[in-house]
């Protein structure tokens, strides 16, 4: 699910200049947890067979009080004892992997909500972004 965490990042971070990602770097785990508390949230993806990596972190931050949201595929995950929070997500395919499809729906929804109660200066800032892409030359000339 490590895609569509990043994924998530990329677009959220055209919003917001607090979001972070947890694993991204050595050492910067550290950091952010030590800092996390009850102003903040923190959404958690874990789906069968379920990282330790992210259940653990998961379990530290409900602890400093950061409301936890959990993304998963069954009430049985043990991501959902740490999760203030749970949507569940159908991973059910009839081929070998499992399916994605409902979860990234869910998260370009989840981010499309967030964005939206951003308001004016979450608006502002994906202008801005868009406006320096282009004048870096970021984008195809004839894009429209």
């Known amino acids: 699910s490590r895609p ?3 994924y998530l990042a990329y677009v959220a971070s ?3 200049d607090t979001w972070r990602v947890l694993g991204d770097e050595p050492g910067a785990d550290a950091a952010v947890l030590t800092d996390a508390g009850k102003e903040d949230a923190a959404l958690v993806l874990s789906k069968a067979p379920y990282a ?4 653990r972190k998961a379990g530290y931050l409900n602890d400093a009080g ?4 959990g993304v998963t595929d069954k009430l049985t995950s043990p991501l959902c ?8 997500v159908p991973t059910e395919t009839p081929q070998f992997f499992t399916s994605h499809a409902a979860t990234l729906v869910l998260l370009e929804a ?6 939206g109660i951003g308001g004016a200066d979450v608006a502002e800032r994906i202008a801005r972004i868009e406006t ?3 004048e870096m030359g ?7």
């Open 4 to 6: 569509f965490v990043d």
């Open 14 to 16: 055209m919003g917001f």
């Open 52 to 55: 330790a990596g992210s259940i």
């Open 66 to 69: 950061v409301h936890v949201i």
């Open 81 to 88: 004892r740490h999760a203030d929070t749970v949507f569940l």
């Open 110 to 115: 989840l981010i499309g909500v967030v964005v």
């Open 132 to 134: 320096n892409c282009r």
């Open 138 to 144: 970021e984008y195809h000339p004839n894009t429209a």
